[in-house]
């Protein structure tokens, strides 16, 4: 079974950072998408970053743009979001998801990612 597990969240100051990782078991990932959500409460979940297996290409909302990391260990199947001068509306739970590779259009929808692990929270306060 295809499993993600993050870690690496907890409370921080605004202007704080942190580092999450994600680790996938069960599964290959020899030519996966691997990306990070979050999701507020009372609010949908949105697409944070996103690196391609091959190439390395990343992706990154407006909103983090410039402050936060993406990053990937390909022989740990693990993917990494460094984030960098946090604000408080930073503050959510962050998901790790997975999928095979898809259309670059595809990768910010959560919808087209089959595996997700169960969040972290991240608290930026101010």
């Known amino acids: 079974q295809v499993q993600p597990v993050e870690s690496g969240g907890g409370l921080v100051q605004a202007g704080g950072s942190l580092r999450l990782s994600c680790v996938v078991s069960?599964?290959?990932?020899?030519?996966?998408?691997m990306a990070w959500f979050r999701q507020a409460p009372g609010n949908e979940r949105e697409f944070v970053a996103a690196?391609?297996?091959?190439?390395?290409?990343?992706y990154y909302s407006d909103s983090v743009k410039g402050r936060f990391t993406i990053s990937r260990d390909n022989a740990k199947n693990a993917v990494y979001l460094q984030m960098n001068s946090l604000k408080p509306e930073d503050t959510a739970v962050y998901y790790c998801?997975?999928?095979?590779?898809?259309?670059?259009?595809?990768?910010?929808?959560?919808?087209?990612?089959?595996?997700w692990g169960q969040g972290t929270q991240v608290t930026v306060s101010s």
């Open positions: 998801a997975v999928n095979n590779r898809m259309a670059l259009s595809a990768l910010r929808n959560s919808a087209n990612y089959a595996y």
């Open positions: 069960g599964r290959a990932g020899n030519n996966d998408d």
């Open positions: 690196m391609r297996r091959s190439g390395g290409h990343t």
